[in-house]
């Protein structure tokens, strides 16, 4: 079996220890065991559900790892830790969420200790853009850069900072949410999900480029998309890639715009964190690299990015894609896991 180019290797194969990353989502649980240079033994999706009890997202954690363990002819005692990933606000730290409901906690365990508890095993906890930025840093598009950001670019922009083996989120773990940095500001400024006006999210979500195709065709701009609107097809990035595709100006128009509002949120991350590289995945990167129009989009983002920032910066910051695609947060769970186990058997 492939996955992303890579050949599953046999526990034979393997460099211990063994870690296991687990990606945590409304659509599933994505389960991998890899070995200590990032080799995959084994891959899967499984146990669909909702995050709303989180004692209930450990028991088919549990469950889920001891299936792709099994698939791997991995022993239990061959794993030295567990990376969780979870969406929302993780405060890595004190191990504990602050956005998913968790009605079982009484404040006297961590949720390190309460998860290590129900999988048996040690637990590192991240959040999932954190983790993905991480998978992307050990094995995927940053693994020659030393620094590195990782947007998101979904119906919810994630983004995670790592430096070194260390990612870079704060004291509370709010410190990477780029999705809400300041664009623009002013009682013009389109209005984000979370209240405040002019984030980064207000312009580069499905439903602002949808309002955007709306302004555009009532402005009275002529465009295949507005028959497709009247047919009654909502205007996602789908639709918008098609129109460009077939050369309609408005919706190339609209991609462009979106690639400048990203370059100038890239601009902000360039000037204060300087990291040697900035990749983009996601549904909002219009295929990546496997297509033209996706090609064009990193174009325009990095044609953005130098006109406005310092030249030395321009030059030698990499802006590309990044290659995992959803596979990242795993990988990066698992990594988070093999670096956490690392500084402790380096303190012993
Ligand atoms: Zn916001």
Known sequence: MMLHDQQ????AEATAPLFVGVGVAETGLTVGVLDDRGLPLSWGV???GTLDCLEDVLRRTHKAVAEVMRQADAP???????GLALPGTVDSFFGKLTDVADPSDDGKKSLCERSAAVCKLPVSLANDAV???????WVGAGRSLSSLVL???DARI???????DASIDGLGSHGVDAAHMIIQYGPQAPLCPCGQRGHLQAYLSPDAVADRVRQSLAGGRASPLAGRLDQGQAATLDLLAQGANAGDPVSLEIIAEMARYLAVGIVNLMNTL??????LSGAMTFGGSSTPLGRQFLQWVKEEVARRAFATLAEHTVIDFAALGS???CYGAAGIARADHRRRTARR
């Open 8 to 11: 599953f290797i046999s526990f």
């Open 46 to 48: 499984v146990l669909p």
């Open 76 to 82: 239990a005692g061959a794993v030295a830790r567990v």
């Open 131 to 137: 983790a993905a930025a991480f998978g992307e840093s």
């Open 151 to 153: 947007l998101m670019l």
């Open 158 to 164: 994630g983004c995670g900072v790592i430096f070194g």
């Open 274 to 279: 300087d990291p040697d590289g900035v990749l």
């Open 327 to 329: 596979d990242a947060v």
